[in-house]
């Protein structure tokens, strides 16, 4: 029997993929539709539950294939809002976070795609910590099947949004999203999911071939070079000109608007000047500017308010921008992303 760690991550297996390991095992096809049932849509934990599985077939998967597991490690729930944050540990021991998100449309799931970050954003809590590795697409499948089942909610959209840079693990990520939308699976509409990236341009152009149909969420947070440089240091890779010349593409070959979000940080980004070049950069681009008051962390001195993000708010749409602030959610709970598995490495 092989060792857990040399047996076939099941859940990363897209459909086509199990059918061809089924085949390849000498089962019929249709055991690999049983199985992706059983995994996908009723979500046993084991392949001892199959039931509709011989029992020596049961056997031969137990021997090729694992099925992985997260394990809940803390669940914090907001007291002001319906907001749960998890604190998840990963089988080889490392540690991730998942935010579980009440709206007016339903609940909203902010996953993590991997284990820490090398972006290095100034502001950011996730890049302290350090980068470890890429998450498995059944790792970041497995943080929306185990959110729901802990917390008895269904998740109807997905937010990319949680640690870790998606289009630096941009083949991980594709198979999750493959996975997510299968219809012989959990069968969600790409058109809920959003995507959020610090601007790995290459991976824009190459997503946008694709037309899944996600939206796409921008973390621009600067409007010229020099300023976005000094917080984002991927903008001395692919500058935020490049990075804006990506999104006008992205929007023509996939009709879907982008959405840009911007970190108002108290007297670094957030004058009218600021405001203008901001307006100048998008001019003619259908879009939409996500504010968000910066989540104040422990390493940094960068703060704001919600009067600052309404002054902004205010000179953008007198610029004819639409812009909207984001809601503050779970602020009781540290939802802020990275902040958890932080403290977690520090102990
Ligand atoms: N790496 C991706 C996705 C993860 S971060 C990206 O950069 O887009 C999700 C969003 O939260 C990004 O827009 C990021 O810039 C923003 N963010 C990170 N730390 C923040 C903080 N302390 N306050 C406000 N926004 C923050």
Redesign the pocket.
């Known amino acids: 029997m092989l060792e857990v760690n040399q047996k076939i991550d099941i859940l990363s297996l897209e459909f086509h993929e199990l059918e061809e390991e089924i085949a390849r095992i000498g089962e019929k096809k249709f055991r690999a539709k049983q199985i992706f049932e059983w995994l996908h849509i009723k979500r046993v934990t084991d392949f001892d539950s199959m039931s509709n599985l011989s029992s020596s077939l049961r056997t031969k998967l137990n021997e090729m294939f694992c099925i992985k597991s997260l394990f809940v490690v803390k669940n914090l729930e907001s007291n002001i809002d319906n907001t749960v944050k998890y604190l998840y540990k990963l089988p080889d021991g490392n540690h991730i976070e998942t935010v579980l998100m009440e709206y007016n449309h339903g609940n909203s799931i902010c996953v993590s795609t991997q284990v820490g ?1 090398k ?1 290095g ?1 100034k ?4 890049t302290i910590a350090g980068f470890k590795r890429n998450l498995e697409p059944s790792e970041i499948l497995l943080q929306i099947y185990e959110s729901e089942r802990n917390s008895g909610r269904k998740v109807s959209s997905v937010v ?3 640690i ?3 289009l630096d693990n941009y083949d991980n990520v594709l198979k999750f999203l493959n996975l997510l939308s299968s219809k012989e699976g959990t069968n969600m509409s790409l058109r809920h999911v959003s995507l ?3 601007g790995i341009v290459p991976k824009i152009y190459e997503l946008a071939k694709l037309k899944l149909g996600l939206t796409l ?1 921008i ?1 621009l ?1 600067a409007s010229n070079n020099l300023k976005r440089s000094e917080i984002m240091p991927i903008n001395n890779k692919y500058d935020v000109y490049e990075l804006i010349e990506a999104s006008k593409h992205y929007f023509n070959e996939t009709g879907r608007r982008i959405s840009f ?1 911007y ?1 108002l940080i108290d007297g670094v980004n957030d004058t009218k000047e600021y405001a203008k070049e901001l307006a100048q950069l998008l001019k003619g681009m259908p879009s939409h500017i996500n504010l ?1 008051p ?4 422990k390493e940094s001195n960068y703060k704001s308010s919600k009067k600052a993000a309404m002054i902004f708010q205010g000179y953008l749409t007198e610029l004819g921008l639409n812009a909207t602030i984001r809601r503050t959610l779970g602020s009781d709970i540290d939802a ?2 990275g902040q958890l598995r932080r403290e977690q490495e520090k102990n």
């Not at 502001?123 to 996730?126: D, L, R, T």
């Not at 910066?294 to 962390?297: A, K, L, M, R």
């Open positions: 970050c972006m954003c502001f950011c809590a996730s990319l949004m949680g870790g840079e998606p959020s990236t610090c969420s973390s947070h979000e970190s968000i910066v989540n104040q962390i802020a992303c």
